[in-house]
Structures are given as C-alpha cells and as structure tokens.
C-alpha cells in the first residue's frame, strides 16, 4: 500500500469512528410543567412566588386563577391540576370529601383581611361597628360590591361579617354580586359601585381604589389559606409546595400583605 492509500484509509476509517463514538446530543429533556389552581385573590403575590421558583429551579409553573367554589368543582371534575390553593377551608374540604386531595400534603399556608373598599377619588367616610350607616353610605342607587355570597369565599365572609355586625338585612337586596373577589374589586376601581368588600390584600393591589376600613378579625371566620396536592400531581409539584412554605416565598407573601404561618 503505498503513502497516498494508506493515508486515505486512516482518514476514512477515522470518520466512521467519530460518527459511531460522537452521535448527535439528544435534545435535553422537557422539564415538567407544574399547574396551580389559586383563589383569584392570590392572582399577584402567587405569579411572584412563582416567578421567582422558576428563576430558582428552571421548572415552569402555571396557574388558574377563579373563584376557589369554581376551581373545587373542576378539580372534582377530574380537571388536571398539580396544586389546589383556596380562599377558605370549606372548599378545601369538599375538593377532599370527593378524594381528589393527597390529605398528607394540605398545610394552611396563608391568612387574610376582609376590608370595605371605595374608588380611590370617593370621600366616603365611615366606621365599621355594629350596626354601623352601609346603607346610607352607598347613596340612593349605589350597590355594594361583593363576591356572590352564595359560593365565593369573599361573598362568604362579607355576610357573616355584615350580619354580625347587624347590617345585613338592610344592604341584601342592594348587593353587585361579582363571579370573584376580583371581579367585585374592579367594579369599585371602575366606578360601577360606590362600595365593595375585597381582601385586603386585593385592594392593596389595585390603585383604583382606597381601604375605607377593615372588618373587625371576630366578624367572620379566619380567613385561611389552605394548600395541598392534587392527587396524581407530578413530582415536581411537591418541590413548590415545599417553597411556599420556605422563607423566601412567605417574605414575598407578607409582601403582598399576607399574614404567614411558622
């Protein structure tokens, strides 16, 4: 064999090894999605907790914001969901009477204050106490915004709130009734009504409108936050329930004007 074969031998063989040694890097792996479904209250302070899980980890987190009534019922249903996070313990516990929530991974995770709101540029002055003038308050035609009392948390909370305090019978029939907490808030914020009752924590988040006052804590049941998997949820999922509880998301939590356990 002489040197022109003998080096084109060496060079043909030496491009078959390196296509059998190198093959082409597979793609790298899709990493899981983890699904949230949230009380429609957590809307901004959940998407920074995630934001900042994401950043933290790379694993992407998508959330259902909606009345917790709404998304109790879907989860019920069999919708896909990692995560269930509600505005109240009730729907919490009918999501788990129906066996779609993994029992050992529930953890009350938040509280909250239930204010009475006004459009930012409204006058209105008055003080929350027993048998205090709503109705006066809300003018001739005014209605008072509220999540539906028959199913929204929030709704939930303002009736027993206003019937402790001896005011129900008289602002019942005179009730904006609102899908969610956030729909009642932005009937406030866009003038539709004079009055509203939201979190205290959704009002902090919309320059729309003011806090006129907040509802005595012994007015209504603690308004609790609880969370749990879903059952079926992706390993993933358990990795951000452990960050809700961690002391980076309960610093963006109270940052949003939430009150944290532990």
Sequence with gaps: MNRRTLISALGAFALAAGATAAPAAPPPATRA??????????????????????????????????SSSLLARQIESGAKADMFVSADLAWMDHAQKAGRIDAGSRRTLLRGRLALIAPADSR??????????????????????????AYVPAGIYAQTALTRLGVWPSVQSRLARADNVRVALSYVARHEAPLGIVYETDA???????????FPEASHPAIDYPAALVRGATPAARGFAAYLQSPAAKATFRR???????
Excluded: M
């Design 204 to 214: 902090r988040a919309e320059p729309g409108v003011r806090i006129v006052g907040i």
């Design 33 to 66: 999605t983890i699904t949230v479904f949230a009380a429609a209250s957590l809307t901004d302070a959940l998407q920074a907790v995630g934001k900042a899980y994401t950043a933290r980890t790379g694993v992407p987190v998508r959330f259902s914001f909606a």
């Design 124 to 149: 209105v002055t008055v003080r929350i106490a027993p048998r205090f003038p709503l109705t006066q308050a809300l003018g001739a035609n005014g209605r008072l915004a509220v999540g539906d009392p």
């Design 256 to 262: 949003y004007g939430f009150r944290t356990f532990g």
